[in-house]
């Protein structure tokens, strides 16, 4: 090793440090003492919001949360750019789902505030402002929509889904008040497409592709298409000693029968990348001497095109009707959500490839997302970039989620060369 590549080594062992020292404050803030659960607009998202805004402020960033509850920090830029001075933004959320992992989300915001204080403590100027997102909900676990906050700086956030409930019956409006957020300032928080550059998030990978590939790094060129969806299974409910099987209306034995086609429908398209999950089931009344009457059921299903997640869909609906008959239950199926593929912009792939090849010394793989992320939101305000970081085993949702202190050293690196490469380009136009 060359005594250039030693020092780089030892910076970004020492990076790495710092990050897995904040990704552990950061976990320690949970809604149960032993596991990592923190959701949108909660107590624990307040304390890790509060806890990231003093790392922005020790950071030198001018610091505020918004009103959707995203904690932001900005670095005003250190000289004059050619397209008139705009903001790249950078950032990824901290809310989890329930018994999480660590690393999702939470890497991204750690990631960004650790590349703006290397590009200062390098005396790095830079021809445009950047600016820290922490985002609050990303993973939809409390509140039916998701990706609130990013589609609130995005300017996409439909204000109806203020009225959307919570298991307890309470409304995001009352959340996001409860919280110290503002709804009717909601829309005022939207960033100007013409002022902003462009959006980068660093994300664990969720997969195991960079893993089997090895390597710390990857280049995302789109996020899969998705939806999500509601059904509703009424059947009758019954004394469970006394009404025979061939005369029972059973919600549950239906949904399971729905289930159970549903992967069927899923695992025969291997084409599209399609995947359907039904994460969530409740059976009601719930007794065990009662024939469950009701049964509520989510659905999430992803491809790589719009069209294939479609057909799914319908394939799914159809086998649903046919449930619904044989079984003789009445069926609702509703949509929550439909995201598009959202694609990454070409030249923020442009400069992660230069970024994330400089630091790992080869090309970085190019990976479809199929995970969702804050770029569903803010694809539709500017060019969007993601960089995947290889996680352990693939493994996300989970808390035996893990990234290496070196991978993570490789990741703020990775950001940081990045930035450089948009300032670089900035400075040809
Ligand atoms: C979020 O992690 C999602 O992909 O649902
Ligand atoms: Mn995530
Ligand atoms: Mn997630």
Same mark, same amino acid.
């Given at each position: ?9 030892? &910076? ?6 710092? /990050? ?16 990592? &659960? ?83 403590? =390098? ?43 919570? =298991? ?21 928080? /939207? ?57 029972? =209306? ?36 719930? /007794? ?18 719009? #069209? ?26 509703? &949509? ?76 703020? #690196?990775?950001?940081?060369? &990045? ?11």
């Amino acid at each position: 090793m060359t005594d250039t590549q030693t020092t780089n080594a030892a &910076t970004m062992r020492a990076m790495g440090e710092r /990050a897995q020292q904040k990704i552990d404050a950061l976990a320690a803030i949970s809604a149960d003492p032993d596991r990592l &659960t923190r959701l949108y607009l909660t107590p624990e998202h307040k304390r890790a919001a509060k806890l990231v805004g003093s790392w922005m402020d020790e950071a030198g960033l001018s610091v505020r949360m918004d009103a959707a509850g995203t904690m932001r920090g900005v670095l005003p830029p250190g000289r004059p750019g050619r397209s008139g001075n705009k903001t790249l933004l950078i950032g990824s959320h901290i809310d989890t789902v329930i018994d999480g992992g660590r690393y999702d989300g939470n890497l991204g915001v750690v990631v960004g505030l650790l590349a703006v204080e290397a590009l200062k403590a =390098r005396g790095e100027t830079l021809p445009f402002a950047v600016e820290i997102l922490a985002f609050g909900d990303e993973e939809g676990v409390r509140y039916p929509v998701t990706l609130t906050s990013s589609a609130v700086a995005a300017g996409v956030f439909d204000p109806a889904t203020l009225d959307q409930k919570d =298991r307890s019956g309470t409304t995001l409006r009352d959340a996001l008040v409860a919280f110290g957020g503002d709804p009717a300032a909601l829309a005022g928080e /939207a960033f100007q497409p013409s002022s902003v550059l462009g959006y980068l998030e660093v994300h664990i990978e969720q997969g195991p592709v960079l893993e089997r590939i090895n390597a710390p790094l990857g280049v995302v060129t789109a996020i899969a298409s998705q939806s999500r969806h509601r059904i509703r299974i009424r059947g009758e409910a019954g004394h469970a000693g006394t009404v025979p099987m061939a005369m029972r =209306r059973d919600a549950l034995v239906a949904a399971s029968e729905l289930i159970v086609g549903i992967e069927a429908i899923a695992r025969k398209d291997r084409k599209n990348a399609l995947v359907a999950t039904v994460g969530e089931i409740e059976a009601l009344p719930g /007794a065990s001497n009662v024939i469950p009457a009701e049964v509520r059921l989510s659905l999430d299903v992803r491809a790589a095109s719009d #069209e294939a997640r479609r057909e799914a869909v319908a394939a799914i609906l159809s086998l649903a009707r046919k449930t619904e008959a044989v079984r003789q239950v009445a069926l609702t199926f509703e &949509t929550v959500l439909e995201k598009p593929v959202a694609a990454c912009g070409r030249r923020m792939m442009a400069a992660i490839q230069e970024g994330a090849s400089r630091v790992m010394g080869k090309p970085a793989q190019t990976l479809l997302s199929g995970a969702g992320h804050d770029g569903l939101s803010m694809v539709r305000l500017c060019e969007y970039g993601m960089i995947f970081v290889r996680c352990r085993g693939g493994i996300s949702h989970n808390p035996a989620e893990f990234v290496t202190i070196d991978d993570m050293g490789a990741a703020v #690196e990775g950001l940081v060369e &990045t930035i450089l490469a948009l300032a670089r380009q900035e400075d040809d136009q």
